[in-house]
């Protein structure tokens, strides 16, 4: 008898608790996603660029609807290159590729690093703001924070007390986090912000228009002691304006909607802040969760990649001086992610989706 061989599965899905109980009555449709969060990660977000083009590509095109898709950082990013074109597979695979060629040299600086990341969202997205502003389905939504005290500063020596202060806070409690930074949303005002009740942070709402989007997005994803923060972002409140993620590293937010939430991501778990990713014991709010399905590559999959892992900012570290040897990891890791595509069609298309499914 022929033995049966079956691969591992490429994807791991887990569900708040009331997505979980619709999910396990009716099966998956287009029509029950309203919106899409994209989470703060770098690199990591070439590494689930298949299942991105599965999801806006295929999935949710065949019902097309209003939909909110809002991303701190590259979460951000992505979801401005999807919502640029009518061909999101497209761009996304050039937002992969212009993304892997970036090159930086040892102890590069803040200032070249925003220069490069600037030109970057140029050529990704430049004669393309229209097309994001009226798309016919998508609403964009940029988180960002604006920064408060010695974060105010990029100054290295003020930065880094600003820093150190902001963590030892945290460590205390997330919400002594408010002392150092706002929330800020900068959203598509056709419609209404995704989420409601943001009484954690001192938070402000901005309309996204032609003149603050590119500013926007750069400042989403402007790291502290990488990048240089985005001063006064046309029609938001003055001030310096800095990587979302800080604050909403992967979106553990109130959403407001009436189905479920898809969330393609780079982990099987929610980590509020970008100072919690250390704290093992600071994870997404359940109720605020609760229509989450998360849908994320599975520990079988990233074993199986070129360094046993997603592409991730400390690459340009360890490979430093190779940086040929990057690229190549993170374009096998790219490929690889078509597997993380074709799993999530394979299993709503065939039903089987409520069969995976486990709880977040």
């Not at 591992?8 to 999910?23: D, M, Q, S």
């Not at 220069?115 to 609403?139: A, M, N, Q, V």
């Not at 964009?140 to 100054?155: A, M, N, P, Y």
């Not at 600003?162 to 002594?176: D, E, F, P, T, W």
């Amino acid at each position: 008898m022929t033995a049966v061989h079956t691969r591992a599965p490429a994807l791991t899905i887990r569900a708040g608790r009331r997505a979980f109980e619709r999910l396990k009555r009716q099966p998956l449709s287009a029509a029950d996603v309203h919106i899409v969060p994209g989470a703060a990660g770098g690199p990591k977000a070439l590494g689930i660029s298949g299942l991105d083009k599965a999801v806006f590509g295929d999935f949710l095109p065949r019902v097309p609807q209003e939909r909110a898709l809002i991303g701190s950082s590259i979460g951000s990013w992505r979801f401005a290159a999807v919502a640029s074109t009518d061909d999101p597979g497209a761009q996304l695979a050039r937002l992969a590729d212009l993304y892997t060629a970036q090159r930086f040299a040892k102890g590069v600086s803040m200032a070249e690093v925003t220069r490069k990341s600037t030109l970057f969202l140029e050529e990704l997205l430049s004669g393309c703001e229209d097309h994001i502003l009226t798309h016919p389905w998508y609403r964009l939504s940029i988180v960002v924070v604006r920064s408060r005290g010695l974060l105010e500063h990029d100054t290295r020596g003020r930065l880094s007390l600003g820093l150190m202060k902001a963590i030892s806070a945290n460590m205390v409690s997330r919400r002594h986090l408010g002392r150092f930074m706002e929330r800020g949303i900068i959203h598509d005002a056709r419609a209404k912000t995704p989420v409601s009740r943001l009484v954690d942070f001192p938070s402000h709402v901005v309309a996204l228009n032609r003149d603050n989007l590119l500013p926007a997005l750069l400042a989403s994803a402007s790291i502290p002691m990488v990048m240089a923060g985005v001063r006064n972002i046309p029609g938001a409140p003055e001030g310096l304006y800095r990587d979302g993620g800080l604050l909403d590293y992967h979106l553990d937010l109130p959403y407001d909607q009436p189905g479920v939430i898809l969330y393609p991501h780079f982990t099987d778990k929610i980590v509020p802040g970008w100072f919690d990713k250390s704290l093992p014991w600071r994870r997404g709010d359940a109720t605020r969760l609760q229509d989450v399905l998360l849908v994320s590559p599975s520990p079988e999959y990233l074993a199986s990649l070129p360094d046993r892992k997603l592409p991730d900012r400390k690459d340009f570290e360890r490979y430093a001086g190779d940086d040929v040897g990057r690229e190549k990891a993170w374009r096998n890791a790219i490929a690889a992610s078509e597997q993380l595509g074709e799993e999530f069609l394979e299993l709503v298309d065939s039903g089987r989706l409520r069969d995976r499914i486990r709880p977040l």
